[in-house]
Nanobody
């Protein structure tokens, strides 16, 4: 079994920064993908960023490229999403998800992820 727990959300002014944390536990992650998705009110869940645990390749949605950075701490089995230059359109519940064990497929496809966290709210005000 795998557990995924997000933290770090909150209220931030436009132009500010927030770092989200995703702690993963339960099984080894040497062959998996960890992803961040978000869902704004009235909208569908969308891909934000992902990282392959083996090799560290990173992937970003066009809307966040250059503003968000995904990284990992192998020893702590933790993934971070550092968000800069936030704007009100970034307001959403952010979810961390794990695709385990193989992490195969399109990392932007929520269907490949089989373990999800409960989400953390990020609200950006102008």
């Amino acid at each position: 079994q795998v557990q995924v727990v997000e933290s770090g959300g909150g209220l931030v002014q436009a132009g500010g920064r927030v770092r989200l944390r995703c702690a993963v536990s339960g099984r080894t992650f040497s062959t998996s993908v960890l992803g961040w998705f978000r869902q704004a009110p009235g909208k569908e869940r969308e891909f934000v960023a992902a990282i392959r645990w083996n090799g560290g390749s990173t992937y970003y949605a066009d809307s966040v490229k250059g503003r968000f950075t995904i990284s990992r701490d192998d020893a702590k089995q933790t993934v971070f999403l550092q968000m800069y230059s936030l704007n009100p359109e970034d307001t959403a519940v952010y979810y961390c998800a794990a695709s385990w064990p193989l992490g195969a497929g399109n990392v932007a496809d929520s269907g490949i992820y089989n373990f999800w966290g409960q989400g953390t709210q990020v609200t950006v005000f102008s």
